[in-house]
């Protein structure tokens, strides 16, 4: 019997995405045409995810509201001033290292979270709610965290900004999930599977559109890049387990998402709000950053997957 191939993609949704930072490499010339498309991608891959979870995935939001809400602050507003915070205690304020994880830390999880949830096992509403309300308050959170680090310039570029991508976020999931509810109320499994495919090719695709800012990093110099890419692997992943490990009496279903959205957030954000000259010394992270990124769901799988049998999954798009 033939294999589907979305089926397949979606079973090796992990490895998909690594073809695609591969294939970012290799062929420059694709991640250079893709990288005009890359927010029409985001807005696609917001669709796909409301329409995998449906509307049923803000059921007892409400009630869950005071501690999504407390996530958020923790990881948006106490995390960026407490790291703010400490770096003037050590005597080091100031330099481009500060300013990138400064960044990072206030920015809100990234669009592709709820799909990465997906190839880890795990249920994807928790980080959609995280999602969307970290992105919600972001025109507030990040007001104290650029009172703190003037060198950002004007925080009103990054507020309209945030107002933009709260639009795009409801307008792409207000569709997924009005779709989901009058015209595909019930999808059987392999039919989960097959979107979960497509959402897994439509990531590595979008890897690839984000590639020219890579090579534009590795391009300032092989040893400079290696440092940063030391700091943002040390800065991802390390957050991502201290998250996992703070969290450890919580269960599968709330500890995995919120780990990896502590070290993956939508720094691309702040690239597009923030005029160049601000964002010119950070360029290496932000290249960087990609590479842990969406590494992740392969690299992070042995620290989140033996807990996700408990977490209630609606579908594995893992391997």
Same mark, same amino acid.
Not at 204 to 213: E, I, K, N, S, T
Not at 221 to 233: E, H, N, S, Y
């Given at each position: 019997?033939?294999?589907? /191939?979305?089926?397949?993609?979606?079973?090796?949704?992990?490895?998909?995405? &690594?073809?695609?930072?591969?294939?970012?490499?290799?062929?420059?010339?694709?991640? &250079?045409?893709?990288?005009?498309?890359?927010?029409?991608?985001? !807005?696609?891959?917001?669709?796909?995810?409301?329409?995998?979870?449906?509307?049923?995935? *803000?059921?007892?939001?409400?009630?869950?509201?005071?501690?999504?809400?407390?996530?958020?602050?923790?990881?948006?507003? &106490?995390?960026?001033?407490?790291?703010?915070?400490?770096?003037?205690?050590?005597?080091? !304020?100031?330099?481009?290292?500060?300013?990138?994880? $400064?960044? =990072? #830390? $206030?920015?809100?999880?990234?669009?592709?979270?709820?799909? =990465? #949830?997906? =190839?880890?096992?795990?249920?994807?509403?928790?980080?959609?709610?995280?999602?969307?309300?970290?992105?919600?308050?972001?025109?507030?959170?990040?007001?104290?965290? *650029?009172?703190?680090?003037?060198?950002?310039?004007?925080?009103?570029?990054?507020?309209?900004?945030?107002? +933009?991508?709260?639009? &795009?976020?409801?307008?792409?999931?207000?569709?997924?999930?009005?779709? +989901?509810?009058?015209?595909?109320?019930?999808?059987?499994? !392999?039919?989960?599977?097959?979107?979960?495919?497509?959402?897994?090719?439509?990531?590595?695709? *979008?890897?690839?559109?984000?590639?020219?800012?890579?090579?534009?990093?590795?391009?300032?110099? /092989?040893?400079?890049? $290696?440092?940063?890419?030391?700091?943002?692997?040390?800065?991802?992943?390390?957050?991502?387990?201290?998250?996992?490990?703070?969290?450890? $009496?919580?269960? !599968?279903?709330?500890?995995?998402?919120?780990?990896?959205?502590?070290?993956?957030?939508?720094?691309?954000?702040?690239?597009?709000?923030?005029?160049?000259?601000?964002?010119? /010394?950070?360029?290496?992270?932000?290249? #960087?950053?990609?590479?842990?990124? *969406?590494?992740?769901?392969?690299?992070?799988?042995?620290?989140? +997957?033996? +807990? #996700?049998?408990?977490?209630?999954?609606?579908?594995?798009?893992?391997?």
């Amino acid at each position: 019997m033939p294999v589907d /191939p979305l089926i397949w993609l979606a079973r090796h949704g992990r490895w998909v995405l &690594v073809a695609g930072l591969v294939a970012g490499v290799l062929l420059p010339g694709w991640a &250079v045409a893709l990288r005009p498309w890359v927010p029409q991608m985001v !807005a696609l891959l917001l669709f796909l995810g409301a329409l995998r979870v449906g509307p049923s995935v *803000f059921d007892g939001a409400l009630k869950a509201l005071a501690q999504t809400l407390s996530l958020v602050l923790a990881l948006q507003l &106490v995390l960026p001033l407490a790291l703010i915070g400490g770096a003037h205690l050590l005597g080091l !304020a100031h330099g481009p290292a500060l300013l990138a994880v $400064a960044i =990072m #830390c $206030a920015a809100p999880a990234i669009v592709s979270a709820p799909n =990465m #949830c997906l =190839m880890l096992g795990v249920a994807p509403g928790v980080a959609m709610r995280l999602l969307v309300l970290g992105t919600a308050v972001l025109p507030l959170t990040v007001i104290p965290v *650029f009172w703190l680090l003037p060198e950002l310039g004007s925080v009103g570029d990054v507020l309209a900004a945030a107002l +933009r991508l709260t639009a &795009v976020i409801v307008l792409a999931t207000g569709a997924g999930f009005a779709l +989901r509810a009058r015209l595909w109320r019930a999808p059987g499994a !392999a039919a989960l599977a097959r979107l979960d495919g497509v959402s897994a090719l439509l990531l590595a695709v *979008f890897v690839v559109g984000l590639m020219p800012a890579v090579a534009a990093a590795f391009g300032q110099g /092989p040893g400079q890049a $290696a440092g940063w890419l030391g700091l943002v692997l040390a800065v991802n992943f390390g957050l991502q387990i201290a998250a996992h490990v703070a969290l450890r $009496a919580q269960g !599968a279903g709330l500890r995995v998402p919120v780990a990896l959205i502590a070290g993956n957030r939508n720094m691309a954000l702040f690239l597009v709000a923030l005029p160049p000259e601000v964002t010119a /010394p950070v360029m290496v992270f932000i290249g #960087c950053y990609q590479i842990p990124m *969406f590494l992740t769901p392969l690299v992070m799988a042995r620290l989140y +997957r033996p +807990r #996700c049998a408990g977490a209630g999954n609606s579908g594995d798009a893992g391997d």
